[in-house]
């Protein structure tokens, strides 16, 4: 199989080329520096020239904070680069695969998310993504959207990599509580993708890591594998102001993904404990 794979410097992105290339797959990774997904005609042109049988679309503006004051370039990238990512496919007649966020939802009530509720983003990033979504839904047939939370891998910066250095060089550490959610793993979000590029069934999905956590257990979690003597101490999101609303809810349901007959992603406390195994080679 020859998959492209967009944001293949981030951290999703670099996991998704390692587990194809694992699985003996041609493997594709391209970035900025490669073409500029929001120019059109340099977009549609590099993918025309690599001519894969699967998109993965991982690439993204992800500056939550910094999408409130830069609304125009995280609309660009999240859903005019999206869009064209999906003319491309939708004309050669591949696959998409696009990933998405928990962030489409406003993280109301306390049940799970299931993939048919409602959006309704409570922030630029949010809406943008939202944006690629019904971008991808309107231009290809043959898509699947996979929205996830929480994601964390041993490749680029993440909530991890900060707990650790943070909780290093301090006894205490203040984390917002009233958020919930599951972290998600990139490296097992990368053998879910490819599986579902290997076996693509056209839908919305969401994947996570099994189980929920504030971010201040995933903290506290943190600091126990990790051996740091750190405190957590719990406040709400009201103490820990932020440019952008983040919802409260991100539990997001597996109904949809385990009904398509893909295997869900393993409980989040042991997916960080082989990421911190691998930090620590």
């Known amino acids: 199989m020859r998959i492209l794979i967009t944001g293949a410097n981030g951290q999703l992105g670099h996991d998704v080329v390692l587990e194809a290339r694992n699985r003996g797959w041609d493997a594709i990774g391209v970035d900025i520096e490669d073409f500029d997904l929001t120019d059109r005609d340099a977009a549609l042109a590099a993918l025309e020239k690599a001519a894969p049988d699967c998109v993965i679309h991982c690439a993204a503006y992800t500056a939550v904070d910094k999408a409130e004051a830069e609304p ?18 939708a004309g050669a007649g591949v696959w998409m695969i696009y990933v998405s966020t928990d962030y489409v939802f406003d993280g109301s009530g306390g049940r799970p998310w299931e993939v048919d509720d409602a959006p ?11 944006a690629g979504e019904r971008a991808v ?11 996830t939370s ?14 650790l250095r943070l909780g290093a060089g301090r006894t205490e550490l203040r984390v917002v509580d009233d958020q919930v959610g599951a972290p998600t793993y990139t490296a097992h979000l990368a053998r879910l993708l490819c599986g579902m590029a290997a076996r693509p069934v056209r839908g919305v999905y969401h994947a996570a890591n099994a189980g929920e956590c504030s971010w201040a257990a995933f903290a506290a979690k943190i600091f126990e594998l990790a051996g740091l003597d750190c405190k957590v101490v719990e406040i709400p999101s009201s103490a820990y102001p932020q ?17 398509a007959g893909y295997e869900p992603l393993p ?15």
């Open 72 to 89: 125009e370039r995280a609309r660009a990238v999240n859903g005019l680069g999206t869009g064209y990512a999906a003319e491309y496919c």
């Open 137 to 147: 839904q309107a231009l290809c047939e043959q898509y699947m959207i996979v929205r």
């Open 267 to 281: 409980p989040w406390e042991s997916a960080l404990a082989e990421m911190l195994r691998l930090e620590k080679r």
């Open 120 to 130: 309704n983003p409570l922030n630029v990033y949010g809406v943008t993504k939202l």
């Open 243 to 259: 440019t952008a609303q983040r919802p409260k809810n991100s539990r997001l349901s597996h109904r949809a993904l385990i009904e």
């Open 150 to 163: 929480w994601v964390f891998g041993n490749h680029g910066g993440n909530f991890v990599k900060t707990m």
